[in-house]
């Protein structure tokens, strides 16, 4: 029953994160984009005003471009195809990463609920974190392949590389450690996903004993329900991005080819001397726009495969 139990998970988990992957791509290239060094900054001039004449000061400075203006600039000079850039590791890593994700957060659950008390905040923070690490740690490697092929920029016309000639340029410049460049930013991340799990559960929990009430002890689930998990992680996912967002532009610095940023920290304080803390957030709204949907159609669609083919057994 066990072994059962853990392969639905790890189908569920897969075709989730599949159908979540497909649908949000093009935003992620534009968040990945945004959060990059090499993002082309608009040059502006201030005029300070406050000097002891009373006269105007011209100061230079940059403005970040918007979401749209990327948008435009990656539609015109490199066509609408870039913007499914990474799709193709995208796609290969996203079943299993969702797959080992849900198996190893539903065995985790299960061995905390004996050490905890059952179900609690704790368990499902702690279950959410291992998942996270174990899932992480193995995945780095695609995630690396994808973000810099995401990062290339080429004119409409030319030639881009395909996951393997760009894993083979990575190994062949960089070793097998350029594969893990981004991992303790990963890692820092974690955080984002036991707290997106502690709302998402919380919320579940309340849905589930108002479900119950309402339906007088009958645990038959209608769309109703399926409605409110999405709503609850959609949610859930949009508190814990706002929150945790940094770690995303500091991974994305760490992965960049030839880049400056070589350590979580130093790759911190650089962007904070240099840009201001406001570069921490360079690319929140594309992240959101794609991530709370994404996590809403992930989550519920998990829940209703377990849900249909844990009542077929």
């Known amino acids: 029953m066990a072994q059962k139990d853990t392969l639905l998970n790890l189908f ?14 093009p935003l992620e290239v534009l968040k990945t984009r945004l959060q990059s060094s090499g993002l082309a900054l608009r040059p ?56 080992i994700y849900f198996a190893a957060y539903s065995k985790s659950k299960e061995t905390f609920n004996g050490v905890f008390v059952p ?18 740690s193995l995945m780095n490697p695609i995630w690396m392949v994808k973000t810099r092929m995401q990062l290339e920029k080429r004119a409409r016309g030319e030639k881009k590389m395909n996951a393997l000639q760009c894993a083979r340029y990575v190994y062949k410049t960089e070793g097998i450690r350029g594969f893990y460049r981004g991992l303790t930013a990963s890692y820092a991340g974690i955080s984002e996903t036991m707290i997106c799990f502690l ?16 339906s007088n002890g009958e645990k038959e689930k209608g769309a109703s329900d399926f409605l409110g998990l999405m709503m609850a992680a959609a949610f859930s996912k949009g508190c814990a991005s706002c929150i945790a967002y940094p770690h995303e532009v500091i991974r994305t610095r760490l992965r960049e080819e030839g880049s400056k940023y070589k350590y979580f920290f130093q790759t911190g304080r650089l962007i904070a001397v240099e840009e201001g803390y406001a570069a921490f957030y360079r690319g929140l709204i594309p992240q959101l726009i794609r991530q709370i949907p994404n996590t809403a159609i992930v989550l519920s669609t998990y829940e ?10």
């Open 44 to 99: 502006v001039f201030q005029v300070q005003l406050g000097t002891l004449n009373g006269t105007g000061v011209i100061r230079p400075g940059t403005v970040t471009p918007g979401l749209l203006q990327v948008l435009r600039s990656i539609l015109e000079k490199e066509g609408p195809r870039s913007l499914f850039r990474g799709l193709g590791p995208n796609l290969v890593g996203v079943a299993p990463s969702r797959a």
């Open 119 to 136: 179900n609690s905040g704790v368990v499902h923070m702690s279950s959410a974190g291992l998942a996270a690490f174990i899932t992480n």
């Open 199 to 214: 709302i998402y559960e919380t919320l579940k929990k309340h849905l589930a004993k108002s479900q119950f009430a309402s």
């Open 12 to 25: 569920a988990g897969g075709c989730s994160g599949t159908v979540g992957a497909i649908v949000t791509c």
């Open 304 to 313: 209703l495969i377990v849900h249909l083919l844990g009542e077929s057994k």
